[in-house]
Structure formats: structure tokens, C-alpha cells
């Protein structure tokens, strides 16, 4: 006892205990009762029994199988497409000499803030088989109007443009990480370009490329938001609009299937997410990337630079510019229609002046702005203590914090939503129906991205100045204060926003646990979508997508003022 | 003489209240600051009122938008944790009568409910306050009149596959009961055929009937079933809206149900007198609601014409069934 008491009496200890406890409950607490949910005969706060009959019925329906297929081949598709667009893109920019590759390569970050709920709703506008704004345009012209977004190659497309930002930044690294001496030599043996980007080049970055494919097969596999906006009125099934179907969308609504699904997509995701981590340890398994320093040579690409700077603004067109111009432009009309001269001439404002009247959306904006400011800061700090355990100290157990941290990160949002809704419910402290359970959600679903981006940062602090620190004499906290937290600020900045813009447009996981009084902007966007108050939306749409822009410019000015000072 | 028929006069007006809030604790309703409704009335109509609520008596209307569907399972789920967070709702029958059945919404009252015919009156919910009336509805900037059906049958027409809005049968509770009360103006076999030949015909579905009124609106699908007052409400912004006229059409009351553990009790009962008032009725048929407040008319073109026929309700089970039966017919 008195062994425990003298381990528990080192401060770090004490952290590692307490931390270790919160973690285990956040990610445990919602798993556990995704399972319970998942076997139990009532709804929520129904007295009842245990059970198989939830799983029976799930799996004894065809339809179950018939929506498996559709999110493999769904995720699949978004998954592969996604790839090849950053693949592309990123060699360009990275890659070669191709003019105004370094605004295009900020550019194609653009869309990781934008949310994803009106990339999704701008692309129906623009391909809907009736009156898509493209569609329109393909008419007036070649008399054919060749697109319908309501289907699975919709839907698809559209979620690869979601996704595409995230698989540039995996493989645009790797690309600039290259060794080039690999290459070089086989350029010396004479190798032509095409023959050193085929035998050399893809084969050295395959594990990014995997990498990036498995992580956005997952995302995809998970995601609520385009699904929501085109699977739903396309009579597709996934998993996430089957859960989102029994838990919210029908009449009596059945949480014991929505969490059968839930647990259902958590096996399919857990299983991906093996894959990735099994293959970004290959990844450094592979890595040319030393203490040498270098930048891989700028391919040539002489009469093919424009053409090259064109396809890849091409690709940025579909995944920035469309999106945001066709959301501008609803925002402006009276009402949402194919624009044309005469709805031109009566552009509005009106919807932007609804907005400052309109205090369900000012109220929604106070919760995402306190949920993304709050949330984002205890989400970091939280993740610097983990992190800080896990990489700089040796307590026994640090490998089962780092695990346990990782959890949530192959915890799809609509069933962590679930297991939470089923967890706090009628927890004793009464979060349910407030912006807490919001939080609670928020943390635990994207503390593995703050993990990440402070790990990264708490790696390249040198344990000689802690020890320095410590034999001048300083405590463990002040030594945290003084020392650690001034050395780790860049990463936790970057961290902080990253965090903070996720915060601010979360859907997947808010629509299943939020309550009318305590109402983000994610399910206040999809209730206007499904209003029809397409203006309102496009005004709130424009905004969040401002807010979240200027929180990356402040961040960069940060970063630059710090390194600068 | 005058004196007399002016005192005849104030007594009248004191005693059937043309101020709104005759049974309601105004200072009480005050002091709670605010009350909270959920609904599936459109957002813009309800903020019409919010701001006359406001002004009149001080207290802020909290309004939550949905469907009745989602309205009734945030409802329940609420409950069933313990917390009843909503003071009242405007839903529709069946839903509030099995909420009234699991004791989450009380009995509703107020002097108001006699300026409705005694018919429409429901002794647990009150008066069918408004009908709203689902029938075919087109964007004349995309369907000239003479394509447009005439009849319920021609949206058969293998022209129209694939390219009419509807709500999703197996998920809106309002879609349901509609498609189930459809042999009541055209006999069962009818009705059942026409029943499988919308199914067959794949029409583009949607979560509730506002979003199908959006997709004509929007001229990305011109054609399908929603409610007729969107012509109207739909009109003021310039959209060219007309119906289908057959010859009856379905459609289902609406109601008000009022929280069994209110949060803001007054605050509750004076929204709901002012919600029935001729003030507020008035604005709801401004906008194209058919309310049925005696000496409010509805502003539709040749409202007067529709033949209504409201739905039968279903309950549990009922729904339940009928779910089952048209995920064959819509999703096989």
C-alpha cells in the first residue's frame, strides 16, 4: 500500500495514472456500451433483457448484405479514385517544374476545411440530372445532359474530391522525403524519365500510396456526410445510412439495430485500420529519408509544364473552386435555382442579413465556436500528456496508453455516436441534451489527430534538456512548464487548429447526439439542406468555411512569428 | 342605444377573448423567459410569429424544425432519459396520440379551441388546427399545363419514370398513412394498384414532404407529391407553382400536443392560446396553410374546390406493416 502511495507520489506517475484512467474511459465507456446496446431487447432507458435477436436479424437479412457490398465497393471506389487525383497532383507539384506549382499545391489543402456536408450539396447542384447547373450547361450546348450524381459512380466522385486532400498530404511527403540518388543511378544506366517514375519512383513511395488508400477506404467507410446528401434520396444502403436510418430516420426508431450496425461497420473499419498501421510501418520500413539533407530533383517536363499545371488546376477546380463558387452563388439567390441572366440581375444579400437575425444559427454558431475553442484546447492538451508519456518517458503500460489512444481513430463516427448515446444517456452526470456529450464526443473521436501532430513535435525535443533542467534542480512540472510546453507550442498550435477546424463542421458523430437547445452548425447546415432553406445554409456554408481559412492563416503567421522570434 | 351596443360590444370582446391569451398566466409565462416547440411548420412561417410572440407578451419563442418522424423520436428518446426538454409540439395525430399513450405529452386545452368546428376537435389533442393537403404539384417553368397530369394515374405514365419526387414511403410516417388511406377516394383495388405502380415507376425519394417541394422548386425534379400550400408560399418568391386538380385529395390534420412535465408551464399554455388565435391564424394562411379557424380563409387558388378527405390513423402496428409493404413495392 504504502509501495502504491510512493508511486502515485512522483508527479509523473500520478499523470500517467490519471490519464491512463481517462483514456481507458473515454474509449472503452462508448465501445462497451455500443456492444450492450447491440444485445439488448429495449430502446434506450426501457427496462428489457438480453439478447441475440438484434444480430439475427441483421444477419439473416439479405439487405445486410446487400449494403456490405455497397460500402466496400463505395469506399473501395472513393478510396482509389482519390489516390490516383493526389497521386497526380502531387507529382506535379512536388515533382517537376511545372509553373505555379506552389500555389496549387496550398491550394489542394483548401477542401480539408471546408466541410464536406456542402461539397456534397454543391455537387448535386452542379450534376443533378434535371437542372445541374453542368448538366444545364451541357444541354444548352451539346443538346445531352450527360450526368446524374444519384448513383453509386456519384457518389463515389464525389467522396474521392472529400478525400483527395488527405491522400496529397500522405503522398506529396513521401515524394519530397525521396532519396534521389536511387534515381539518379538509374538515370546514370540510363533509364529515360517515364522508365525512372515507373521502375523507381511509384515502387519507392507503393507504402504511402497503400498507405493513404487504406486510411481513406476507412474515412470513406465511415463517413455520414456525402452519403447523407446523395445515398440517401439515391436509395443506396451503406452502413452509415442504415444506422442513421434505424437511430434517427425512422418511426419508432430502433437503437438496438442502429448499434447492430454499429458494431457491424466498427469490425469492418478496425480491420482496414490494421491494414494501414501494418503498412505505414512499412512505410519507415522503407524510408530513404536520413540525416542527409537533400530535395529530390525537378523533373523537366520542358513542352509539357502548361499542360501539366493545367491538369492539376483542373483537378483543383473539381475539388475547390466548383464547390465553393456554386455555395457562393446559392447564397446570393433568392432561392436556389439553374442560374440564369434574369435570376442574375436579382442577385440578394438578404440571406447574409437572415443570418445575423436568425438566432438558431447564432446559437449554433456559439456552440461549434465553444465546442471547436474549448474542445480543441483540452483535445491538445490531453494529447501532449499521452504523448509526452508515451514517447519521452519508459513507465511500464506507456505502449497500452498509446493503444488505447488509438482506439477511436478506427471508431467510425456514427457508431462512436451511438455507443456514447447509449453510455450517457443516463450517466450521472447529465450530459445528455447538452453541447457536453458534443464534447465528450469530439474529444474522443479526434484525439488521435492531436495525438499525431504533437508526437511529431515531442520526438525532436532532445532529452538532454530535461535532464539539464532537472539537475538545475527543477520539478517535473516546472520543468513541463518551462521547458517542454514552450518546445512542443508549434506543434500544438498546428494541432489546436487542425482540431479546431474538424470542431467547427463535425457531422457524422453530432446529428445522432445533439438536442434542439444545444444545436452545432453540422446538423443545422443538413436541417436547412433538408428545409429546403438552401441560402441560409450556403450563407452559414460560406461562413464556417471563412472562420476555419483565417484559423490557418493565423496558425501559419504563428508558426512563422515563432520561428522567426 | 349606442351606449348600450357599445357595452354589448366590450362585453363580448371580454368574454371570447380577443386577446389571445384568456386561460395563460402572462406574468407567469414571463418570468420562464421562453418556450420551446418542436415542429414540422417551415421555419420562415413560424419566425412570422415568433416576432409577434416577442413583442406582444416578452418571451421568446425557441423553435426546433423537423420532421414529424424525428420530431416524435427526439420526443420519446428525451423522455425515456429523463429529460423533456420541449413545451410543445406541432405534430400530427397518431404520433401524438401513442405519445399521449406513454404519458409524454398531456392533455391540450384553451378557450381558443371553440372558434373551430366542433368536428375537428379532438377532446386529447385539440382542434385540427390546420390540413395539410398532399396532391400533385408541378414548376411551370419546366411542365407546361397541357403535359401536366390530370388525373392520379397518368404519373404512371412511363414518361414521368424516374422523374417525380416523393417522400420515402418506409420512413415518413405522414407518407405512410397517406399511401394508406389512398382506397379511401379510389376503392382498395384501385388503390393498390396505383399503390405498386408508383413503386414500379422509381420515383426519386426523399426524407419528408418539404424536401420534395424543395426538388420541384428547384425545377432538379419538376414534378411530384408534396404539399399544395408550397404554391403559395413558394409563389411570394416568384416560383410558378400549380396542382393537380383531381377529384379529392388526401390530407392529414395537424395538431398541437403539449408536454406532460412542461419546462415553462405558462410560457407553454400562452403559445399555445396565441398559436390558435385568429392573429396567428391568419399569418399561417397567409402563407398558404389551410387553417381551419372559422373566418380565416386559406390564400390557395380554388382552395374552395379541393375535396379533403383526412386520413384514417394507424397505429403501431399498422405502421409497422405498412412499412414492410412498401419497402417490397419501393425498394424491390
Known sequence: MKGAVGFLGQPVYLLFAVSGIALAFLSLYPTFFLFYGSLRSTPIGVPGEFTWSNYIRVYSDPETYQLLA????????????????????????????????????????????????????????????????????????????????????????????????LAFLIIAAALRGMDPSLEESAKTLGSGEAGVAVRITFPLIRPAILAAASLNFVRAAETFDTPAIIALPARIEVFTTKIFREAIGSFPANHNLAATYGVGLLTLTLFFVYLYRRLTSQVERYATVTGKGFRPNLIDLRGWRYPASLAALLILVLMVILPILTLFLVSIMPYYQTPKWHILQNLTTRHYVSLLQDDRISRAFQNSLFLAVVGATLCIFFAAIISYLTVKTKIVGRGLLDSLAFIPWAFP?????????????????????????????????????????????????????????????????????????????????????????????????????YSPGAEPLGPLLYFYYQEGSFGAMAGVGVLITLLSVLMVIGARAFTRAEIAG | ??????????????????????????????????????????????????????????????????????????????????????DVTLNHRPLLKIMKKEGIVGTLSSPAFKFFPPELVDPEVGPAYRHVIIGILYNQAYIKDEQAPKSYEDILNPKWKGKFVMADPTRHTTTIQWLANFHKIMGKERADRFIKGLGAQKPVLVDSITPAAQKILTGEVPIGFTFTKYIVIYGKEGAKLDYVKVDKMLGDGQYMGVSSKPPHPNAAQLFIDYFLSEEAMKVLADVGETVTRRGVYPALKDADKIKFVEFDELDEKGFAEKTQEYRKIFFQ
Open chain 1, 70 to 165: 455497397n460500402t466496400l465497393l463505395f469506399a473501395a471506389g472513393a478510396s482509389g479514385l482519390s489516390v490516383l487525383l493526389a497521386l497526380v497532383l502531387a507529382w506535379i507539384t512536388v515533382r517537376t517544374n511545372a509553373p505555379f506549382r506552389r500555389m496549387l499545391e496550398l491550394t489542394a489543402v483548401v477542401p480539408n476545411i471546408m466541410p464536406s456536408l456542402l461539397v456534397a450539396i454543391s455537387w448535386v447542384l452542379l450534376l443533378n440530372p434535371t437542372n445541374g447547373i453542368v448538366n444545364e450547361f451541357s444541354r444548352a450546348t451539346l443538346g445531352i445532359a450527360p450526368f446524374n450524381v444519384y448513383g453509386l459512380p456519384g457518389l463515389i466522385y464525389v467522396e474521392a474530391l472529400v478525400l483527395t486532400p
Open chain 1, 413 to 513: 463516427g456514427a457508431a462512436l455516436a451511438i455507443g456514447i448515446l447509449w453510455a450517457y444517456i443516463n450517466f450521472p452526470i447529465p450530459i445528455y441534451a447538452t453541447v457536453w456529450i458534443l464534447m465528450v464526443a469530439y474529444v474522443t473521436r479526434f484525439l488521435p489527430y492531436g495525438l499525431r501532430s504533437v508526437s511529431s513535435t515531442i520526438i525532436q525535443i532532445q532529452a538532454d534538456l530535461e535532464e539539464a533542467s532537472a539537475t538545475c534542480g527543477a520539478g517535473f512540472f516546472a520543468t513541463l512548464r518551462r521547458i517542454l510546453i514552450p518546445l512542443m507550442r508549434p506543434g500544438m498550435v498546428a494541432g489546436w487548429v487542425i482540431l479546431a477546424t474538424f470542431f467547427v463542421r463535425e457531422f457524422s458523430c453530432s446529428i445522432f447526439l
Open chain 2, 1 to 86: 342605444m349606442r351606449g348600450t351596443f357599445l357595452l354589448g360590444l366590450g362585453f363580448f370582446l371580454l368574454t371570447f377573448g380577443l386577446s389571445p391569451s384568456a386561460s395563460a398566466d402572462v406574468a407567469g409565462a414571463k418570468k420562464e423567459g421562453k418556450v420551446v416547440v418542436y415542429g414540422s411548420l417551415e421555419t420562415g412561417t413560424v419566425n412570422i410569429l415568433k416576432k409577434a410572440f416577442k413583442e406582444r407578451y416578452g418571451v421568446d419563442l425557441e423553435y426546433w424544425w423537423s420532421s414529424s418522424t424525428k420530431i416524435t423520436d427526439r420526443i420519446t428518446t428525451e423522455f425515456r432519459a429523463g429529460k423533456q426538454l420541449f
